[in-house]
């Protein structure tokens, strides 16, 4: 007769670091289909050489599209400053100023996605 034994795993509470983790690896699978299409789009169907400011001014004219690039400066800022957290922390060891880097990340990717989004979505002007 064999005996089956039960162990209990009790699951971690979330923190700063594994929330971070879990980002960076939504926004990377979110960049993909984000930035290939803008390689098929800019360089591929229309092509760079097409590129001028009346092809930009004429897509940004739609809302979807500044709200496409948006994203995908969000996403691939976010995919970055992460990434500079991460290489950071590897220098850093003491918990004050590991917070301090976090937080002063952050402020950062929120202040400057913030900016771009506020220049895509609200700074066009409408062509006449």
Known sequence: ??????RIVEKPKPNYESTAWKF??????LLIPLV???VLLQDIIVGVHKIDLDYVALRWASVGWRTYDTLLLAFAFAHGVNGIRQVLNDFVHKPAKIKFVNVSLFVFWIAIT???GIA???G?????
């Open 124 to 128: 066009v002007r409408p062509i006449p």
């Open 114 to 116: 913030a900016i771009g």
């Open 36 to 38: 290939w299409g803008h």
């Open 1 to 6: 007769m064999s005996a089956t034994m039960n």
């Open 120 to 122: 895509l979505i609200g």
């Open 24 to 29: 960076m690896r939504y926004s990377g699978f």
